[in-house]
């Protein structure tokens, strides 16, 4: 499904701060990203009709990008408006009854940090496992201890074929561990939000893939 070095970008209206988030995704995807997460988080979220039209807009963006579009938690929202897919978390519904619902048709990705969680999520039909945070970061309040790359290189183990997303403060100047340990993607969010050049730092995060230019 990954190809390596593919960049999972995910952004939801908080994270965009001052900035029009439906820019900046059009600029992530005319810079190279590969893969769109929408994660609409936090106290001033957006929800019901609103958060729908955002999705669908979000979406014809991607579209028009050939790049798929993934929703996260909000199973109900994927299926509604036929995303390409759902990314849930431990917290959330099991990833087991969120294949059972979406069908095999509709990509389904798990948040794990640990070789039995991703075992279980493997099991229960997990297309890829999102992993980490890898690094300190700032942009989920409810993010776990780091872990740096120990995690991922003992799924990788463990798991040879299993497609793993790195996350959590990853960055174009950190993230070569991340692709050394086996992860076929990294998933960033402020990488590309605080960048001045977003095209560049989707340059550079590929590169640190290979180390050439």
């Given at each position: 499904m990954?190809?390596?070095?593919?960049?999972?970008?995910?952004?939801?209206?908080q994270?965009?701060?001052?900035?029009?988030?439906?820019?900046?995704?059009?600029?992530a995807?005319?810079g190279?990203?590969?893969?769109?997460?929408?994660?609409?988080?936090?106290?001033?979220a957006?929800?019901g009709r609103?958060?729908?039209e955002?999705?669908?807009?979000?979406q014809?963006?991607?579209?028009?990008?050939?790049v798929?579009?993934?929703?996260n938690d909000?199973?109900?929202l994927?299926?509604?408006?036929?995303?390409?897919?759902?990314?849930?978390?431990?917290?959330?519904?099991?990833?087991a009854?969120?294949?059972?619902?979406i069908?095999?048709?509709?990509t389904?990705g798990?948040?794990?940090?640990?070789?039995e969680?991703?075992?279980?999520a493997?099991?229960?039909g997990?297309?890829?496992?999102?992993?980490?945070?890898?690094?300190?970061?700032?942009s989920?309040?409810?993010?776990?201890?780091p872990?740096?790359?120990?995690?991922i290189?003992e799924?990788?183990?463990?798991?040879?074929?299993?497609?793993?997303?790195?996350?959590?403060?990853?960055?174009?100047?950190?993230?070569?561990?991340?692709w050394?340990?086996?992860?076929?993607?990294?998933?960033v969010i402020?990488?590309i939000?605080?960048?001045?050049n977003i095209?560049?730092?989707?340059r550079?995060?590929k590169?640190?893939?290979?180390?050439?230019?």
């Amino acid at each position: 499904m990954y190809s390596k070095p593919s960049i999972y970008f995910i952004l939801g209206t908080q994270n965009a701060v001052n900035r029009d988030p439906l820019k900046l995704l059009e600029e992530a995807l005319k810079g190279g990203i590969n893969y769109f997460q929408l994660r609409e988080k936090g106290s001033n979220a957006l929800v019901g009709r609103e958060l729908k039209e955002f999705a669908l807009k979000c979406q014809s963006l991607c579209r028009l990008h050939n790049v798929p579009f993934i929703v996260n938690d909000d199973v109900d929202l994927a299926h509604d408006i036929q995303a390409d897919g759902i990314h849930v978390g431990q917290e959330d519904l099991s990833a087991a009854s969120v294949r059972a619902y979406i069908g095999k048709g509709m990509t389904l990705g798990v948040s794990v940090h640990s070789v039995e969680e991703a075992k279980r999520a493997l099991e229960d039909g997990a297309d890829y496992l999102g992993m980490g945070p890898v690094y300190g970061t700032n942009s989920k309040s409810d993010a776990k201890k780091p872990s740096g790359v120990t995690k991922i290189e003992e799924v990788k183990k463990r798991f040879p074929v299993a497609q793993v997303i790195g996350i959590g403060g990853i960055t174009s100047y950190n993230a070569g561990p991340v692709w050394e340990a086996g992860a076929a993607g990294i998933a960033v969010i402020s990488a590309i939000v605080d960048a001045e050049n977003i095209a560049e730092e989707i340059r550079r995060l590929k590169i640190s893939c290979t180390g050439v230019e």
